[in-house]
């Protein structure tokens, strides 16, 4: 590994990519005068990074996805076919799609039913800040749309969340969540939860699990590195006591920082999401992170119009289609043009007496949206 971030270094030497056992590296925050390569430094892997300076600066981050020449003509397609819309008066057409993708915020004194998390003291010495927020009116249902916004989810446990050691976020299908909810911490020895993908488990036995897997990968890859939840193992050494985020059943929906419940877990009929972000560092470190994802959400929700992706449902995911109520039900106030904005409604966090710690979204957050993403309040 090879951390060189916040330096004044300008150029990057070619001959790095000839370290084989080079692993991780950090320019980050550096000036330098290949600004591609700047770019890449942020938001690609180390191997694609290397690859880019063993060409000489020729290439692309692969991590990107298609990097190609059929992706630059499809892009090319693109701006002439939105050129031509301009040309022929249809760029009113355009303008109110983007109008159609605004964001929303939906106060607690609006709310008849808004969700409240008390916080238990015991957190205090784990994981003591914790920030909630209820987006209603994603479409995670047309083609990659779900696998785009995990992603994105991914991305930002990476680079704004540090690999999860400044903040971890935690997303939940709402239906499934069943309010007042209690974020507290209990012994690993009591708390049980059914992970995703897994059978009903204590995070004791879970975390013993995750280590034995952890050392088998390190033996048939023959390194150091590990993935998955494997990762993130370390963030629990010396802790007594687990943070864990409990429904009005009594059930754990959410371990941070290592995985959520299979109970509300996300799925492609999911439109509207519970969302935490829980951290250990600072409440405004929650806040910036919640303020991403959210924002992130409306440009994924914004990408999906503009690309009106086609994908099939899967008889599981159809079923649960079938059970869920109609688009005019779930949204009882549809714009003119029968789109509807991204409605984010505050979450308030509350001591066990009831005294507020912290309204999620207040006055001062979602202040940086992009010039696309209208913020209503």
Same mark, same amino acid.
């Given at each position: 590994?090879?951390?060189?971030?916040?330096?004044?270094?300008?150029?990057?030497?070619?001959?790095?990519?000839?370290?084989?056992?080079?692993?991780?590296?950090?320019?980050?925050?550096?000036?330098?005068?290949?600004?591609?390569?700047?770019?890449?430094? *942020?938001?690609?892997?180390?191997?694609?990074?290397?690859?880019?300076? #063993?060409?000489?600066?020729?290439?692309?981050?692969?991590?990107?996805?298609?990097?190609?020449?059929?992706? #630059?003509?499809?892009?090319?397609?693109?701006?002439?076919?939105?050129?031509?819309?301009?040309?022929?008066?249809?760029?009113?057409?355009?303008?109110?799609?983007?109008?159609?993708?605004?964001?929303?915020?939906?106060?607690?004194?609006?709310?008849?039913?808004?969700?409240?998390?008390?916080?238990?003291?015991?957190?205090?010495?784990?994981?003591?800040?914790?920030?909630?927020?209820?987006?209603?009116?994603?479409?995670?249902?047309?083609?990659?749309?779900?696998?785009?916004?995990?992603?994105?989810?991914?991305?930002?446990?990476?680079?704004?969340?540090?690999?999860?050691?400044?903040?971890?976020?935690?997303?939940?299908?709402?239906?499934?969540? #069943?309010?007042?909810?209690?974020?507290?911490?209990?012994?690993?020895?009591?708390?049980?939860?059914?992970?995703?993908?897994?059978?009903?488990?204590?995070?004791?036995?879970?975390?013993?699990?995750?280590?034995?897997?952890?050392?088998?990968?390190?033996?048939?890859?023959?390194?150091?590195?590990?993935?998955?939840?494997?990762?993130?193992?370390?963030?629990?050494?010396?802790?007594?006591?687990?943070?864990?985020?409990?429904?009005?059943?009594?059930?754990?929906?959410?371990?941070?920082?290592?995985?959520?419940?299979?109970?509300?877990?996300?799925?492609?009929?999911?439109?509207?999401?519970?969302?935490?972000?829980? *951290?250990?560092? *600072?409440?405004?470190?929650?806040?910036?992170?919640?303020?991403?994802?959210?924002?992130?959400?409306?440009?994924?929700?914004?990408?999906?119009?503009?690309?009106?992706?086609?994908?099939?449902?899967?008889?599981?995911?159809?079923?649960?289609? *079938?059970?869920?109520?109609?688009?005019?039900?779930?949204?009882?106030?549809?714009?003119?043009?029968?789109?509807?904005?991204?409605?984010?409604?505050?979450?308030?966090?509350?001591?066990?007496?009831?005294?507020?710690?912290?309204?999620?979204?207040?006055?001062?957050?979602?202040?940086?949206?992009?010039?696309?993403?209208?913020?209503? #309040?």
């Amino acid at each position: 590994m090879l951390d060189l971030s916040n330096n004044q270094l300008s150029e990057i030497p070619a001959e790095l990519a000839d370290c084989p056992k080079l692993k991780e590296i950090n320019f980050q925050g550096n000036k330098l005068r290949d600004k591609r390569l700047e770019k890449m430094l *942020s938001s690609c892997q180390t191997r694609s990074i290397l690859e880019y300076l #063993r060409a000489g600066g020729r290439g692309g981050c692969r991590s990107r996805g298609k990097a190609d020449g059929s992706e #630059r003509e499809d892009s090319r397609k693109k701006r002439r076919e939105r050129k031509q819309r301009r040309e022929s008066g249809e760029g009113e057409e355009e303008a109110a799609d983007m109008a159609k993708l605004l964001l929303r915020v939906l106060h607690v004194s609006e709310n008849p039913t808004p969700l409240t998390v008390r916080v238990s003291p015991e957190v205090r010495d784990v994981r003591p800040y914790f920030v909630g927020a209820v987006v209603r009116g994603m479409n995670l249902e047309p083609g990659n749309a779900l696998k785009r916004f995990l992603a994105a989810q991914t991305k930002l446990h990476e680079d704004l969340c540090e690999k999860r050691t400044a903040a971890t976020i935690a997303t939940h299908d709402l239906p499934a969540v #069943r309010g007042p909810l209690l974020y507290a911490a209990r012994p690993p020895q009591d708390l049980k939860i059914i992970p995703l993908g897994r059978k009903e488990v204590k995070a004791k036995e879970l975390v013993r699990q995750l280590q034995v897997e952890a050392d088998e990968q390190r033996k048939q890859r023959k390194r150091q590195t590990v993935s998955g939840l494997h990762r993130y193992l370390h963030l629990l050494d010396g802790k007594e006591n687990y943070p864990c985020l409990v429904d009005a059943d009594g059930d754990v929906i959410s371990f941070p920082p290592i995985t959520n419940s299979e109970k509300t877990k996300i799925k492609k009929t999911t439109s509207d999401l519970f969302l935490e972000v829980t *951290s250990a560092t *600072s409440l405004q470190i929650c806040k910036d992170i919640m303020d991403a994802l959210v924002l992130k959400m409306a440009e994924l929700n914004r990408y999906t119009l503009e690309n009106k992706e086609e994908g099939s449902l899967s008889d599981t995911e159809a079923d649960t289609l *079938s059970e869920q109520p109609s688009d005019s039900q779930k949204n009882p106030n549809p714009g003119k043009d029968g789109q509807c904005p991204l409605v984010v409604e505050q979450v308030r966090v509350v001591d066990l007496e009831g005294t507020l710690k912290v309204v999620y979204p207040s006055k001062a957050d979602l202040t940086t949206a992009p010039p696309h993403v209208t913020v209503l #309040r």
